[in-house]
Structures are given as C-alpha cells and as structure tokens.
C-alpha cells in the first residue's frame, strides 16, 4: 500500500486527478453492472428516489436524460481513461483535456446507442401486459402515491424481465424493492398496484 501512495504521489498533479476520476468512475461502473446483472436495480434508483422519478432505465432510453448518474459515469470513465492513456502522447495538456472530454462524449453516446440495442431486443419478446394482473412483482422505481406519478416495476415474462410503468391510489409511496400485487391495466402500458 506504501509502494502505491508513492507512486500516485510521485505523478503530476494532472495525471494525478486524471487517475482519481478513472478510478472512482470505473468503480462505480463496474458496481452498477454487477448490480444489475444480478438484479439488484442501479444507483440511479438509490440516488434519486427523493427526486422525480424520471431517472433513466433500459425503458427510457428514448428519452435518456444527458445528465443522468448513469452518463455522468459513462463520460468520467471515457474522460479520465483517455486523459491517462494519452497523457505521454499528448504533450499539450490543453490539447488532451479537449481530446479526454471528446472522448467522455463518445463515451456517452456509444453506451446510449448499446442500449437502445438492447431496447430493440428487449421489445422483439413478444408478451401481453394484461398477463401482469394479479402478478406479484418487484417495485424497480418508486412509486408515488396517490397517483401523483409513475414509478417502475418488474415483471417477468416467459424467462425475460421487462420493467413497466406503474402507479398506485394508495396513500402511500411504495419504496424501490418493495412487492406490490397488480391490480389492473391502464392504456395498455401502465399497471396500477397496490401493496402486498
């Protein structure tokens, strides 16, 4: 441990903070696809769960916003990477911070394409809403109550998991993780649940 502090001490302060964003954010990268993979949810749903819930999801991606936690990751990990990557080719540190932030957009941009891919894949399965009514389900985004908003849960379908609008008429927001049993189907695309 010794050895590492000298050696991240011994670097130029630039470089310095170059590795301190690539560390953290490949950190947190690598914590939210493990997360996800194993169906735990993302970091978006614990960060804003006092906010709006209009955080971005495999479902939203259509109308991803820029400056979600999710991208703001995606564009720190493609700036600091590049910045220590490029940091003895680029000799220009103003040249390099144009180039890391370049590529912290790229960065962005390429993970919202994957997953709009996704997206396509995802809605190639073919499966009927109403056979979520009377499911017992998983809450992905919180819900709020009253009606006041929509939140998000998960159902599965046939082996693949889709996450669908939701609300609820209790009086009650039902937290993320929480079960809930559907109720009833909205326009087709909404579920209405109530807690188990």
Not at 43 to 66: K, N, P, Q, R
Not at 109 to 120: E, H, N, S, V
Not at 138 to 163: C, M, T, W
Request: glycine share 8%.
């Amino acid at each position: 441990m010794g050895t590492l502090s000298t050696w991240f001490n011994s670097l130029d302060p630039m470089l310095r903070v170059y590795w301190g964003i690539t560390i953290f954010s490949s950190l947190i990268f690598i914590i939210q696809t493990i997360m996800s993979f194993i169906g735990i949810g993302d970091m978006e749903t614990d960060f804003d769960t006092d906010i709006d819930s209009t955080t971005d999801s495999l479902d939203d991606v259509g109308a991803m916003h820029l400056l979600s936690i999710r991208n703001i990751i995606y564009f720190l990990m493609g700036m600091g990477w590049t910045g220590v990557s490029m940091w003895h080719t680029i000799e220009n540190r103003i040249l390099l911070g144009v180039a890391s932030i370049f590529m912290g957009c790229v960065f962005v941009a390429l993970f919202i394409t994957i997953f709009k891919q996704m997206m396509k894949l995802q809605q190639n399965g073919a499966f009927d809403i109403n056979d979520a009514v009377g499911k017992t389900v998983d809450v992905y985004l919180r819900i709020p109550a009253n009606a006041e908003g929509i939140g998000k849960v998960q159902v599965s379908f046939n082996g693949s998991v889709h996450e669908i609008d939701a609300r609820t008429y209790g009086d009650t927001i039902i937290p993320s993780g929480a079960k809930v049993r559907v109720v009833e189907v909205i326009d087709k695309k909404i579920l209405v649940v109530e807690k188990v």
